[in-house]
């Protein structure tokens, strides 16, 4: 049974950073690329990143390149999001999930993760 958890988030002022990890079981971590997504209230769940299952191709959304980093340590089942220089309009609750290679969607998520960013 594949279990994502989340962990790292808080509260913290503008300009501040927080580094969000992902704990993955249950599955051969290796082979999934990871993706970290957030919601904030009232809105759609948005893309923030995504690294491949080796780490070879990184994607970022537009809001959050140059600040985040995402990355992943295949050694300990674990991926991380670096968040620097955040902003209020970065509050919502982070999830990471995992997609198997040539699936089309990711298939697997966790509970998520809040981020309060405060003015």
């Known amino acids: 049974q594949v279990q994502l958890v989340e962990s790292g988030g808080g509260l913290v002022q503008a300009g501040g950073s927080l580094r969000l990890s992902c704990a993955a079981s249950g599955l051969t971590f290796s082979v999934y690329s990871v993706g970290w997504f957030r919601q904030a209230p009232g809105k759609e769940r948005e893309f923030v990143a995504t690294?491949?299952?080796?780490?070879?191709?990184?994607t970022y959304a537009d809001s959050v390149k140059g600040r985040f980093t995402i990355s992943r340590d295949n050694a300990k089942n674990m991926a991380y999001l670096q968040m620097n220089s955040l902003k209020p309009e970065d509050t919502a609750v982070y999830y990471c999930?995992?997609?198997?290679?040539?699936?089309?969607?990711?298939?697997?998520w966790g509970q998520g993760t809040q981020v309060t960013v405060s003015s």
């Open positions: 690294i491949t299952s080796r780490g070879v191709t990184i």
């Open positions: 999930a995992t997609k198997l290679r040539g699936a089309a969607d990711f298939g697997s």
